[in-house]
């Protein structure tokens, strides 16, 4: 299940489940429509809490769960800074690595259109 659900723009994605929803409806009575929905209901819940589980977890290994209703926020100081007010955005010195290896890119390309 690598690839499902397939990669179809929002749009294409909500009309094939009303297609899906009106072909279901075809023979059921108001009882099976009623129940069947609640169970697929029950099914998209159990997804998204599960989700929602798994980001949490994820966000405290990564550390970036941030309440930004916490004390230390409402009281200036940002979710962004650590106690002593240094950023914890620590990836600076990978964006500026990254920049400088385009600007050689960009010079060895500009001498080869040269030669």
Request: hydrophobic content about 35%.
């Amino acid at each position: 299940m690598e690839n499902f659900p397939p990669n179809l723009n929002p749009t294409s994605y909500n009309l094939l489940a009303v297609a899906i929803a009106i072909l279901l409806v075809g023979d059921l009575n108001a009882n099976e429509q009623n129940s069947l929905g609640n169970w697929l209901l029950l099914v998209g819940q159990y997804l998204a809490t599960n989700a929602a589980q798994q980001q949490l977890i994820e966000s405290r290994i990564e550390n970036t769960n941030i309440n930004i209703n916490s004390k230390k926020s409402k009281q200036g100081g940002s979710p962004y800074t650590t106690p002593n007010n240094k950023s914890n955005q620590n990836q600076r010195e990978e964006v500026d690595f990254l920049i400088a290896s385009l600007k050689k890119m960009q010079d060895e390309l500009s001498k080869m259109k040269q030669d």
